[in-house]
């Protein structure tokens, strides 16, 4: 039986996780659980699964389990959740949203525990302090692509990549081949009309402005070790085919499954081996297309690659200014076509620093998504 604690329970990732678990419940116990500020369904969780230890990051939130929940044990904050990381457990899953991830997710691989890995800020923003060993071994990627190429490589000598595909739907307006000069008008719950998937507000964003393909080509590349000129995009708006690889001897291994994140989630859960599931999986024949992602669509992209290429310092603005953006755009405060200007504006603005350390990268996050809204405000008043 493993033993599991899920970091970001009431999440999108963590409620599908905690189903999956529930349909192979003789093969996990749930040890802890953690969330934000959620505090009414983690409750209910924590009955469900039987679970007696529960970090509420929110302060207020965890008083308010604390005052309900006798029996169990309650943390918060950033020491809650490293708490959570120290526990005696065969895998975290790390589904919450954020720079507070980060840390947890490195206590847990200093442990030798390994980790289900959902988070996009960890690699992303903290890539370059993670152990390369740590992404064959320890890392399990959870989100579908990176997910995808990791499966795709079971077996094959890394050294041996000549291509990475990436697959991406392009989302409700790209998949349509429209243009960033079209998308001026969107609001949010146009960009949260996403015609595939059905997933959290920021991912959906992302995926609506194609930030979401930026910030996993940089994952890949750290994932996989491969530079940005070996990944190759391609918009496959049936969303199944959910990325792959490219060998040097020409032939290609590619993974497919509906788009429901179970899938990935039940791999990473299971990992090493699979599972007997209730899922259905595709359907046969399929009517696949591929084609590259060009022109005014890869703007999200491009910023992407020249943080890659600058380094941890513009990696970390990437991710901050797009969170800062989001905010924004869902609070009507930013029109939707300016998203990437926020993006590019704020990388333009910040300089190397010293990111030599997890608190050192935190508190470059918090400044440049500072900066971010604070671009993003002037921008509203322009336009």
């Not at 120290?86 to 954020?98: E, H, P, Q, T, Y």
Request: with cysteine; net charge neutral.
């Amino acid at each position: 039986m493993k033993r599991i604690a899920i970091i970001g329970s009431t999440g999108s990732i963590g409620t599908q996780a905690l189903d999956v678990i529930k349909s192979n419940y003789a093969n996990f116990r749930v040890v802890a659980l953690a969330s934000h500020k959620n505090d009414a369904l983690l409750s209910e969780q924590l009955s469900m699964f039987g679970v007696k230890m529960a970090c509420l990051y929110d302060r207020e939130a965890s008083s308010r389990l604390k005052a309900r929940e006798r029996g169990v044990t309650v943390l918060s904050g950033d020491q809650g959740l490293v708490e959570i990381a120290n526990l005696d457990i065969d895998l975290l899953l790390v589904a919450g949203n954020g720079p507070s991830m980060i840390e947890p997710t490195f206590e847990a691989l200093r442990n030798g525990t390994r980790v289900a890995l959902a988070t996009k800020e960890v690699v992303v923003c903290a890539g370059h302090l993670i152990e390369p060993s740590n992404y064959e071994e320890k890392i399990i990627p959870v989100d579908s692509e990176p997910s995808a190429i990791f499966q795709s490589l079971i077996g094959e000598d890394r050294c041996r990549i000549k291509e990475i595909l990436l697959t991406a739907s392009g989302g409700p307006f790209f998949s349509k081949g429209m243009t960033w000069n079209q998308l001026s008008h969107i609001r949010p719950e146009d960009a949260m009309n996403h015609p595939k998937w059905k997933m959290g507000k920021r991912i959906t964003i992302d995926s609506a402005t194609l930030v979401n393909k930026g910030l996993e080509l940089i994952e890949v590349c750290r994932m996989f070790d491969v530079p940005p000129e070996k990944v190759r995009v391609l918009v496959h708006p049936q969303a199944e085919v959910h990325s792959g690889v490219m060998m040097v001897d020409g032939s290609a291994k590619l993974q497919a499954s509906p788009s429901d994140m179970r899938y990935p989630i039940s791999y990473a859960l299971h990992f090493p081996g699979r599972t007997v599931s209730d899922l259905d999986g595709l359907k046969f024949p399929a009517n696949w297309s591929f084609g590259e992602l060009t022109g005014d669509a890869s703007k999200s992209v491009a910023l992407a690659k020249s943080a890659f290429s600058k380094g941890p310092s513009w990696l970390v603005a990437y991710t901050a200014a797009d969170e800062a953006a989001i905010e924004l755009f869902l609070s009507r405060s930013l029109s939707f076509g300016l998203i990437p200007e926020v993006i590019s504006k704020t990388m333009s603005r910040i300089e190397n620093i010293d990111l030599s350390t997890t608190q050192k990268i935190i508190s470059h996050y918090a400044n440049c998504r500072q900066i971010a809204l604070e671009i993003g405000k002037k921008l509203c008043q322009q336009y």
